[in-house]
T-cell receptor
Framework: NAGVTQTPKFQVLKTGQSMTLQCAQD?????MSWYRQDPGMGLRLIHY???????DQGEVPNGYNVSRSTTEDFPLRLLSAAPSQTSVYFC???????????FGPGTRLTVT | TQLLEQSPQFLSIQEGENLTVYCNSS?????LQWYRQEPGEGPVLLVT?????EVKKLKRLTFQFGDARKDSSLHITAAQPGDTGLYLC?????????FGTGTRLTIIP
């Protein structure tokens, strides 16, 4: 099993550009989530999904969209990139919203 | 808002020494998870503690959940360079998982 995979590993965007961060898991987990990690801020929840077709906002959702058309995939879309979105992004999955998180390797995004 | 404060924020010690890091909150959690994150990778779960006062051991690592389920500690005995990393606690409460800001541990050979 590959676990949780994320692409790309690194990305540089110009302000105003859009892009999609990909996330996939092969553990048949119902719960998937996106976090951003910034120095001194810990991991902050952006969006999450409790199953295919169901998504909800986390702590810092502004500027990001998600969709969940299948159990396996949970892409994160940046609509119009801003320098404040420079961060490391982690996708995580779990068997439930109460369970431990299995994290992907992360995407380091820089917005100039 | 549930907050989890970890201390110390940074810790650098010699190989072979013992250390303790702390995870504190004013909120009660139904369970608490500890993760370790190495540079360039995602966090990896080490342990989950559920019962107040619970102690779990993972080789040289000892995790304790406070009696009131508001705090937790991680004690490492005879630290080794492989223990270097960012240690994160995460508390589950009100169906929400809140992460602490982490303790960055460096073990010097």
């Amino acid at each position: 099993n590959a676990g949780v995979t994320q692409t790309p590993k690194f990305q540089v965007l110009k302000t105003g550009q859009s892009m999609t961060l990909q996330c996939a898991q092969d553990m048949n987990h119902e719960y998937m989530s996106w976090y951003r990690q910034d120095p001194g801020m810990g991991l902050r929840l952006i969006h999450y999904s409790v199953g295919a077709g169901i998504t909800d906002q986390g702590e810092v959702p502004n500027g990001y969209n998600v969709s969940r058309s299948t159990t396996e995939d949970f892409p994160l879309r940046l609509l119009s990139a801003a320098p404040s979105q420079t961060s490391v992004y982690f996708c995580a999955s779990s068997y439930s919203r109460w369970g431990p998180r299995y994290f992907g390797p992360g995407t380091r995004l820089t917005v100039t | 808002t549930q907050l989890l404060e970890q201390s110390p924020q940074f810790l650098s010690i010699q190989e072979g020494e013992n250390l303790t890091v702390y995870c504190n909150s004013s909120s009660v959690f139904s369970s608490l998870q500890w993760y370790r994150q190495e540079p360039g990778e995602g966090p990896v779960l080490l342990v989950t503690v559920v019962t107040g006062g619970e102690v779990k051991k993972l080789k040289r690592l000892t995790f304790q959940f406070g009696d009131a389920r508001k705090d937790s500690s991680l004690h490492i005995t005879a630290a080794q360079p492989g223990d270097t990393g960012l240690y994160l606690c995460a508390g589950l409460g009100n169906e929400k998982l809140t992460f602490g800001t982490g303790t960055r541990l460096t073990i010097i050979p």
